[in-house]
T-cell receptor, first 115, second 116 residues
Framework: DGGITQSPKYLFRKEGQNVTLSCEQNLNHDAMYWYRQDPGQGLRLIYYSQIVNDFQKGDIAEGYSVSREKKESFPLTVTSAQKNPTAFYLC??????????????FGPGTRLTVT | AQSVTQLGSHVSVSEGALVLLRCNYSSSVPPYLFWYVQYPNQGLQLLLKYTSAATLVKGINGFEAEFKKSETSFHLTKPSAHMSDAAEYFCAVNTWRGGSNYKLTFGKGTLLTVNP
């Protein structure tokens, strides 16, 4: 079955440590996205990538970094510079717009807790 | 610029009652509109999408939404609520017309509670 996997489901880290969240898709989508979700805030875009080896900052990129070395993979690193990293992180992918805009498909999410 | 407002962060209905979740958008060009559903501690699942074809869009699980340009609205409805509909619902908008910026903008979500 095609889809998006995120691992792990739950992640715990101590303050000051960098942590990398995994996102893999087998939908053959060119575009991938990372969102952060906080209660009552909706989804906020962190980074997105339209093609391998290229990515753009979203609305809240400070304290985060990404890479896109393979089409299938788009890992997110939460650095120690992120002031409030505890949140639910969602990865998504979509076809690149052509004749229209295509929906985004979401992974199951990773809940990160930093203490 | 594109934006979406969901009226009501929490909606409570009785089982069997009509579900109405409100979404208004702001866009300078005809938008693409989406409704997603999220169950606790899970990702988002697409319910339905409007892409400038029919203004009444039918989705999964008996949901539908009507695009009303004059009201800049895309409200989500279901005639009869089921306990399994309890979840958080997100409206999203995209106004892509070429170029590299085709991100979705999401509303803050509406939590639907279904009472027995």
């Amino acid at each position: 079955d095609g889809g998006i996997t995120q691992s792990p489901k739950y992640l715990f880290r101590k303050e000051g440590q960098n942590v990398t969240l995994s996102c893999e898709q087998n939908l053959n989508h060119d575009a991938m996205y990372w969102y952060r979700q906080d209660p009552g805030q909706g989804l906020r875009l962190i980074y997105y990538s339209q093609i391998v080896n290229d990515f753009q900052k979203g609305d809240i990129a400070e304290g985060y970094s990404v890479s896109r070395e393979k089409k299938e993979s788009f890992p997110l690193t939460v650095t120690s510079a992120q002031k409030n990293p505890t949140a639910f992180y969602l990865c998504a992918s979509s076809m690149t717009p052509g004749q229209g805009v295509y929906e985004q498909y979401f992974g199951p999410g990773t809940r990160l807790t930093v203490t | 610029a594109q934006s979406v407002t969901q009226l009501g962060s929490h909606v409570s209905v009785s089982e069997g009652a009509l579900v109405l979740l409100r979404c208004n958008y702001s866009s300078s060009v005809p938008p693409y509109l989406f409704w997603y559903v999220q169950y606790p501690n899970q990702g988002l699942q697409l319910l339905l999408k409007y892409t400038s074809a029919a203004t009444l869009v039918k989705g999964i699980n008996g949901f539908e939404a009507e695009f009303k340009k004059s009201e800049t609205s895309f409200h989500l409805t279901k005639p009869s609520a089921h306990m399994s509909d309890a979840a958080e619902y997100f409206c999203a908008v995209n106004t892509w017309r070429g170029g590299s910026n085709y991100k979705l903008t999401f509303g803050k979500g509406t939590l639907l509670t279904v009472n027995p």
